[in-house]
């Protein structure tokens, strides 16, 4: 009987020491683990300092648009304090440069990045004046949607966006600018032309003209008012024998 009692007595003991062992080896995975990641938290808060604290030079965003570098862009507007509207020795912005180029994709992250359309340069043109003026139809379509440009500034002749849109026969931008309304179909620039003067009496009457005469009458351009000169569209029409152009002016009138 005794020698029963001892060896239960034993076997109790050699169970616990097991079960002390396992809790033990419990405790120190879970304190491993805990270690690690730890660890790796530390790694990640590190990295992502690390890669906030990436700096570009000044001009660095000037030379990425210079050379339709996208990619480059990119990672400098991860920058949120980098100087976005930073000037070349043309007051040119990195916007501007991407207008001049027509680079469509760069234009558009510059703008989401909050890029400033009315930032004229040493000639007073804006990204929005010369997106309107030239012929760049897909930028310009973009800023209307994503910005506010304003209708106030004007180029170095006293225009908006809409006259040299006309006068250059850009018919798409023309329709762009009208649609989107804030523009004002009647401004007249220092010459005192309007868009609707500067299609008849500068241009040749071919139909891209013609189209854009009614465009402009469609919505609400007059054909009444007179440049510096004392003449309105009508009458440089009918001096230059515009007779499509003439009915359409007469019919407004």
Known sequence: MKKIIIAAMCLLIFSGCQLNQKNNESVDTSSINQS?????????????????????????????????DLKK??????????????????????LMIAVHNNQVELAKKLIDAGANVNQQDNIQDSPYLFAGAEGRTEILSYMLAQSTPN?????RFGGNALIPAAEKGHLENVKILLMDGRVDVNHQNDYGYTALIEAVALRDGSQVYQDIVAELLNHGAD?????????????????????????MLQEKS
């Open 151 to 155: 209708q106030a500034i004007t180029n």
């Open 36 to 68: 690690s990641s730890r660890t790796s938290d530390t790694s990640s808060i590190k990295q992502t300092k690390e890669e906030s604290t990436v700096t570009y030079p000044s001009g660095s965003l000037l030379q990425a648009a210079s050379a339709n």
């Open 223 to 247: 054909p009444n008012i007179v440049d510096n000169y004392g003449k309105s569209a009508k009458d440089y029409a009918n001096e230059l024998g515009y007779g499509n152009i003439s009915k």
């Open 73 to 94: 862009a990119e990672e400098i507007l991860k920058d949120k304090s980098y100087q976005i509207d930073e000037v070349n020795e043309k007051a040119e912005t990195p």
